[in-house]
């Protein structure tokens, strides 16, 4: 395995000097966030679980239970922390050497752990039976810390009208914790209750009405639909393809995209036009042996930009859907990816000419699209000046405003 991976890694044909770079993060630049989730990553890993960048808790659909319930910001990230277990209850504060004891400093019958303070303290307790009385809220015996990710546990047993109200009821008890942590006189049990039931009545005023404006008095919330079912869902607008615009007069289009499967085979696809629609070339090519769908993209723009420049004497704008490698090629940007080679030459081959950068959706870029698939699907590589294939030719045809 690793040696296939090596084996992906295209070396400079200048015989330029290595360099030092940040591998986990795409543009090969330290960030503070790569490093976050490069160390959460491996705590995880070391846990028997494994976390990506969409999905920091090693689960594919845990973290939805949180990020996707219909309350605030503020309490979606309250309970972000209570999953990480990062509140700063007594225990994890004595762990970080900032308190002496773990014991919790409002009851002292227990160590205060996240599950004591947020289930088992008489505060929290006081308050879980008074919402129990209203709301449909898990028993404590179905809270039980069995293990460290009760929480999240806890979570995936519930329906979105009950996640709601559970998270909103532990958000409450976390705010009176702080009050008593502070010396602070926190709201009544029976204030706190009326609280949280005006608070969620409007949420789910907010929920049932998205499109109607909030006039006092003249909506009515159905306790029946909950937050689960809250009206007809939107029509979706018919999605309408864009399409090939063609360049100012004087100046060409070079249109680029590349093409990856997971076996590291791959494709480049690239068509130069004028502003009349008459192609200058049109190209594609094999490749293999591509980490990435990034690799492709960067591979067309440095091919592509080569027969630009050889084929079209004058000013032309180069279009991409990728919006990555568009930003590595730009002046400016950190060159200090796995890419950095390439990107160099691309960076020389723009100063050449006058040549623009520009995104274009997939839509709009379907004759290099078609091209480049040509090359990964179909194993072909050609330019042609004129006389193209059937197929190349009908992408062109499908890629104008108006048949060329």
């Not at 088992?120 to 404590?140: D, F, I, K, Y």
């Not at 060409?252 to 499967?261: H, R």
């Amino acid at each position: 395995m690793q040696a296939s991976e090596i084996l992906k890694i295209h070396t400079s044909g200048r015989n330029e000097d290595d360099f030092l770079a940040w591998h986990p993060e795409k543009f090969g630049a330290f960030t503070v966030r790569s490093a976050y989730r490069l160390a959460l990553d491996e705590q995880l890993r070391s846990d028997g679980r494994q976390a990506t960048s969409a999905n920091p808790l090693g689960t594919s659909t845990d973290w939805k239970l949180i990020w996707q319930t219909p309350v605030p910001p503020k309490v979606r990230i309250f309970a972000w922390k209570l999953a990480r277990n990062a509140l700063a209850t007594q225990v994890n504060m004595a762990h970080r050497k900032m308190e002496t004891f773990a014991t919790c400093t409002i009851c002292g019958n227990a160590d205060e752990t996240t599950y004591h303070a947020m289930i088992q303290c008489p505060h929290a307790r006081g308050l879980w039976s008074v919402m129990r009385e209203v709301w449909n809220l898990p028993t404590e015996e179905m809270l039980f810390e069995h293990n460290p990710d009760w929480f999240m546990h806890a979570l995936k047993r519930l329906d979105v009208d009950q996640r709601v109200f559970f998270l909103m009821t532990m958000w409450r008890v976390w705010h009176i914790h702080n009050e008593l942590t502070h010396q602070k006189q926190p709201a009544p049990i029976e204030a706190s209750k009326r609280f949280l039931m005006s608070y969620v009545q409007s949420l789910l005023l907010i929920e049932q009405n998205v499109v109607v404006d909030l006039e006092k008095g003249k909506q009515s919330v159905d306790q029946l639909k909950g937050f689960s079912k809250h009206g007809k869902p939107a029509e979706k607008r018919p999605h309408v393809k864009d399409k090939w615009r063609p360049p100012d007069e004087g100046v060409a289009k070079l249109n680029v995209d590349g093409a990856f499967s997971m076996d590291g085979r791959a494709g480049t696809g690239m068509i130069m036009r004028r502003s009349d629609g008459s192609v200058v070339f049109a190209a594609c090519r094999q490749l293999n042996g591509y980490a990435d769908a990034l690799e492709a993209e960067i591979a067309a723009m440095e091919e592509g930009l080569a027969l630009g420049l050889a084929w079209e004497p004058g000013p032309f704008i180069l279009e991409s859907d990728s919006a990555d490698a568009l930003m590595l090629a730009k002046e400016g940007t950190p060159n200090l990816s796995r890419h950095a080679m390439r990107i160099k030459l691309i960076r020389d081959r723009i100063r050449e000419r006058e040549v623009g950068l520009q995104k274009v959706s997939r839509d709009a870029n379907g004759a290099s699209h078609g091209l480049a698939l040509l090359g990964r699907v179909h194993e072909r590589s050609g330019v042609w000046l004129q006389n193209y294939q059937p197929e190349i030719a009908e992408a062109i045809k499908a890629d104008c405003i108006s048949p060329v």
